[in-house]
């Protein structure tokens, strides 16, 4: 996945000015615009590091004129106390673009380390991990670039791409011919090759569904016998969907759940809950 920079610039612009406003009053007062210096983004704990492009991106907006050069790239692993940007140029640019450029690494940043954590338990068994849509609004297309550099997986991007027939779906039907039907509907009603996926809550569901010839059948909350019963089930079956776990996973259990043999493994806390990696700027 590459960053599309007409998608993230007016992102960048919208974070510029709720930070900055009308101006810096502190380094306007403080630091004359001739004035020139060097700066350090250093990492403060080990991370895989992400979003550079989008901080160097964030500087460029600011004054084109400094020089941002990252001495690695979206997706190293790094350790601590690691120079990972260089900059050189106007001191107050720099200054104004410091907190916003810090706020993008570090919270991409810190996606792309959990990411990679859940990556590392998964990888030995052959299963993927994947995001979801539990993402802040409006960030969603850096969250799963975030992830992505992390080596996981996108799930959809929202609810246009791809179809998703969950539990209030479910409720809300009107018509009430079960599982099969409604993956028969959806299908019906939208362009042909559009990826149909539903979910389900335990095995008798699991046949229901398996019936109307879904691409996707989410696991749910099940526990890993029971996906394990579901992975024999479709081996056993002519109908072959993928089949995604999801639902109370954490590192804990990834493993697990990992050795069912299961194709995806969906996780909504590697953006829903991440917790942002430490990182400073420093004035050299």
Excluded at 125 to 148: N, S
Excluded at 155 to 175: P, T
Aim: aromatic share 6%; with cysteine; hydrophobic share 40%.
């Amino acid at each position: 996945m590459q960053l599309d920079k007409e998608r993230v610039i007016p992102i960048i612009k919208s974070a510029l000015k709720e930070d900055i406003g009308k101006a810096d009053l502190t380094t306007g007062a403080l630091i004359d615009k001739f004035t020139t210096s060097s700066a350090t983004v250093i990492t403060k704990e080990d991370c895989v590091v992400c979003g550079l492009q989008v901080a160097e991106w964030t500087m460029a907006q600011v004054d084109y004129s400094v020089r941002f050069k990252p001495n690695c790239k979206d997706g190293s692993l790094i350790g601590s106390s690691k120079d990972i940007v260089f900059l050189d140029g106007h001191a107050n640019a720099i200054l104004r673009a410091e907190r916003t450029m810090l706020n993008f690494l570090t919270f991409l940043s810190g996606i792309a380390t959990k990411t990679r954590q859940f990556v590392d338990k998964a990888k030995p068994y052959g299963v993927k991990i994947m995001d979801t849509r539990k993402t802040m609004p409006l960030l969603r297309y850096l969250e799963k670039y975030a992830v992505f550099t992390g080596g996981g997986t996108n799930h959809r991007m929202g609810l246009y791409d791809q179809v998703l027939i969950k539990d209030n779906h479910i409720k809300a039907y009107r018509e009430k011919d079960g599982l099969k039907a409604l993956v028969e509907a959806a299908r019906k009603k939208n362009a042909k090759g559009t990826i149909i996926e539903i979910e389900v809550t335990n095995i008798e569901e699991f046949n229901e569904a398996l019936a109307g010839k879904p691409d996707i059948i989410m696991l749910d909350n099940m526990s890993p016998r029971e996906v394990g019963s579901c992975v024999e089930i479709r081996r056993l079956s002519k109908i072959k969907p993928l089949l995604e776990v999801s639902g109370g996973i954490d590192l804990e259990n990834v493993e697990e759940y990992a050795k069912t043999k299961v194709d995806v493994i969906s996780v909504g806390s590697l953006t829903n809950s991440v917790k942002a990696v430490d990182m400073s700027l420093e004035i050299v």
